[in-house]
């Protein structure tokens, strides 16, 4: 049993706390349609002479589907994930004959993967596929005669409804480089059509990952615009179509082509589920359009859904159960017993859970302009929060995307940002927010990493913005020193001048992921994380070694202007052998003095007569109060209350 300590009173108007990445629960179902035909299993030569090697387009898309699902039976456990080749010779469905291998219902369709929760023999099978094992060789025979994609259509249909029909987010990726599968069949392109068109009033959204050949560029205005529907409606009129169209993959290059097919399946692998959905952006008096709120910028961290005893022979789910204690008596507290109140003047004030929520109720969920500034005049400390990205919808208001695509683009234009009174939710505290204009950002493989759209930062309260400590003397550095410095740091700058964050993976979470999944699919534990943010020493001296010195000796120059004494000697920057030490060289070290129980006690009283609480450190204060058996936890302006609060008591 998990004991959880709390009292009975709580923050009146404590921002209620929602967990953002909740909108990620909804379970995901992704079904693989690769094409298996003879110029998908021709490898391609790499031209990058670091990266020999061949790859073929087939094989590159069933890497892929293993790194994709590789990460999905860690990061989303509950998503279901399948792969459907299709174009071989052999054919088998969900509902095939096991003996035979065989289903004449879809012929030319072999389900590799059910679409399911993913097992770890499921993901080892697809890495010995992605790697040609000689084992699954004879599944990788393309067909002799061409496959009808109103066939694989029907079998994705049929997929999607008997093993996931209850899933809101259903998505189809197709990966193929025929750009025509039915060009001289005009019955066989219209059945493949209305196929699309089922999968899509069922729900089904359908990614296509298009990949040209050496010799000729993928053109999807052939017969892919009547089975590829847009996933957001749009003004055809509109300024700037806000919605980007799929590219092609790379050309003649297999380890390209990789690459390219990774960054554009990592970008479209993980479902748009909105924030907030249909909130009206108000522009002005009777101009109002709709727009969903999405979280693109977050720390990832682990999602622990459960946890696992490894104790036994084989690892089990533990079964956790949690119960409120009181604070002071220590026994259980059912959900009847508690109130909420809020603290003022020593005591508390309880309120009714219909006061609760009259007293809470700002108003309904809006995005309201309040006004315009210069772009300039927003200080970057002024971002504290998660930012929120909001993007049209024609739902409530049609027309909404052409408005909201003008109103983009004159804030671009005019580098201008838009303050908002912003509530996105119902019972949310509001707060002002700015409305900045994003553009629209693609990689060098063409891909999208950000799309265009809006931004609203939540702007700091005064009281959110950390002061300088009273009586600082900040001295501006002279022109030489800060001359010196810029030579420095010319020579740190990253490729390209620009910090990409899916470079530097979080190295402790890619940790987590690595020993999770050495326990799931039977691996041999790492022995130590790859650590990519940890500097390259060698390079940094190699380039800038030189210019640390110079910058060193010009600040032993300025020292005594600055300081009033002399600085650090710079030979102190250079590499040396050990030395003998003197005491006269040494700093003097720091005694730490431990207190006992009853100075603390004492300690307490003393500064509690005087008023001065707050220079005691919040070791002391947790110290005193957990010998007195009181809470412990908060921040220090809480433990001083509960102090006074224990010495009213007393008196």
């Not at 389900?111 to 060789?137: G, S, W, Y």
């Not at 990949?211 to 615009?225: A, G, H, V």
């Not at 030489?480 to 490729?495: F, R, T, Y």
């Not at 005087?610 to 220090?636: P, Q």
């Amino acid at each position: 049993m998990a004991d959880d300590s709390n009292t009975h009173e709580e923050e009146l108007f404590e921002e209620e706390e929602v967990d953002e990445t909740n909108f990620r629960a909804v379970k995901d179902a992704v079904l693989f349609a690769i094409d298996i035909s003879s110029s998908m299993l021709t490898p391609r030569p790499s031209n990058n002479p670091k990266k020999p090697g061949e790859e073929s387009p087939a094989s590159a898309a069933l890497k892929c589907a293993y790194h994709l699902m590789q990460q999905r039976i860690i990061s989303n456990p509950k998503d279901m994930m399948g792969v459907l080749l299709y174009g071989t010779r052999l054919s088998k469905s969900y509902d095939a004959d096991e003996e035979s291998g065989a289903d004449l219902s879809h012929p030319h369709c072999y389900l590799f993967t059910d679409l399911n929760i993913p097992l770890a023999q499921d993901v080892k099978d697809l890495r010995a596929l992605a790697e040609n094992d000689e084992e699954f060789h004879k599944i990788l025979q393309p067909s002799d005669e061409p496959v009808s994609m109103a066939n694989v259509l029907f079998c994705a249909n049929q997929i999607f409804t008997s093993r996931a029909s209850n899933f809101l987010s259903r998505r189809l990726f197709i990966v193929t480089d025929n750009d025509n599968p039915h060009a001289n069949n005009e019955q066989l392109r219209k059945a493949s059509a209305v196929r699309a068109r089922d999968l899509y009033d069922l729900g089904v959204t359908i990614e296509l990952f298009p990949i040209s050949r050496p010799d000729q560029e993928f053109d999807t205005s052939k017969y892919y615009y009547d089975i590829i529907y847009k996933a957001e409606p749009c003004d055809g009129e509109a300024p700037v179509y806000l919605q980007r169209e799929s590219k092609s993959s790379a050309q003649g290059d297999g380890i390209e082509l990789l690459n390219s097919l990774l960054s554009s399946i990592n970008s479209r692998s993980v479902a748009k589920r909105s924030l907030f959905s249909k909130i009206p952006l108000e522009i002005g008096p009777n101009l109002k359009v709709s727009v969903n709120g999405y979280l693109l910028l977050k720390r990832q961290q682990p999602a622990r859904s459960c946890y696992v005893w490894l104790g036994g022979e084989t690892p089990e789910i533990a079964q956790g159960t949690t119960a409120l204690l009181a604070d002071d008596t220590a026994h259980t507290v059912e959900k009847s017993e508690t109130r909420k109140a809020y603290k003022f003047g020593g005591g508390q004030v309880y309120f009714t859970p219909d006061e609760l929520t009259v007293l809470r109720d700002f108003g309904e969920p809006v995005i309201r302009i309040i006004g315009f500034k210069s772009l300039d005049s927003l200080p970057i400390w002024a971002n504290v929060k998660h930012p929120t990205f909001i993007y049209p919808t024609e739902e409530d208001y049609i027309g909404s995307t052409r408005v909201f695509s003008a109103l983009q683009q004159k804030l671009l234009k005019d580098n201008k940002l838009a303050l908002v009174w912003f509530i996105p939710r119902k019972k949310a505290v509001p707060v002002l927010g700015a409305m900045i204009a994003g553009d629209e950002q693609i990689d060098e493989n063409g891909i999208q990493k950000l799309p265009p759209g809006m931004w609203i930062i939540p702007l700091p309260f005064a009281d959110d913005v950390r002061k300088n400590p009273p009586g600082a003397d900040f001295t501006p550095a002279p022109e030489p020193l800060i001359d010196a410095m810029k030579e420095v740091l010319g020579q740190l700058q990253l490729p390209k001048g620009v910090y990409d964050p899916v470079k530097y993976p979080n190295p402790s979470l890619q940790w987590h992921y690595r020993i999770l999944q050495a326990i799931a699919l039977d691996e041999d534990l790492p022995e130590q994380p790859d650590d990519k943010t940890i500097p390259k020493y060698r390079q940094i001296d190699k380039r800038a070694g030189e210019y640390v010195l110079k910058w060193s000796a010009e600040l032993d120059a300025h020292s005594e202007k600055l300081f009033g004494g002399s600085a650090a000697p710079s030979s102190t920057l250079v590499k040396r052998g050990p030395r003998a030490s003197t005491d006269s060289d040494q700093p003097a070290k720091r005694v730490k003095v431990e207190i006992g129980a009853s100075d603390v006690d004492g300690e307490i009283k003393k500064n509690m007569e005087k008023g001065t609480l707050s220079k005691l450190t919040v070791a002391i204060l947790k110290e005193f109060l957990t010998s007195h058996g009181r809470s412990a936890a908060g921040k220090k302006a809480d433990l001083i209350e509960r102090v006074e609060q224990y010495f009213e008591e007393k008196s």
